[in-house]
Nanobody, 125 residues
């Protein structure tokens, strides 16, 4: 069993930056890869970024490459997502998800994914 807890969301003015955190706990955490997804109001959930605990592999959504940076603190089993130059379109609930590393980065198969409760990011002008 793996527990995933996100934090760091809030209300941010457009143009600023924000860093979200995701703390992971449980058994064999290192066996999982970590993903960030987001879901904006009225839209489907979309992939943002992913990282592996070992090897430092990273993957980003093509549409936002450059504004998002995913990183990890392996000693604390914490994953971060930094978002630069926030826009109104970044308003969403941001979710962290742990998936067995055999599925690769960016894939969250139903029944094999541990989701956090999400953290709300609201961008205002």
């Amino acid at each position: 069993q793996v527990q995933v807890v996100e934090s760091g969301g809030g209300s941010v003015q457009a143009g600023n930056s924000l860093t979200l955190s995701c703390v992971v706990s449980g058994r064999t955490v290192s066996r999982y890869v970590m993903n960030w997804f987001r879901q904006a109001p009225g839209k489907e959930r979309e992939f943002v970024a992913a990282i592996s605990w070992t090897g430092g592999r990273r993957k980003y959504t093509d549409s936002e490459k450059g504004r998002f940076t995913i990183s990890s603190d392996n000693a604390e089993y914490t994953v971060y997502l930094r978002i630069k130059s926030l826009t109104l379109e970044d308003t969403a609930v941001y979710y962290c998800a742990a998936v067995d590393r055999d599925y690769g980065l960016g894939f969250v198969p139903e029944g094999y994914t541990y989701w956090g409760q999400g953290t709300q990011v609201t961008v205002f002008s």
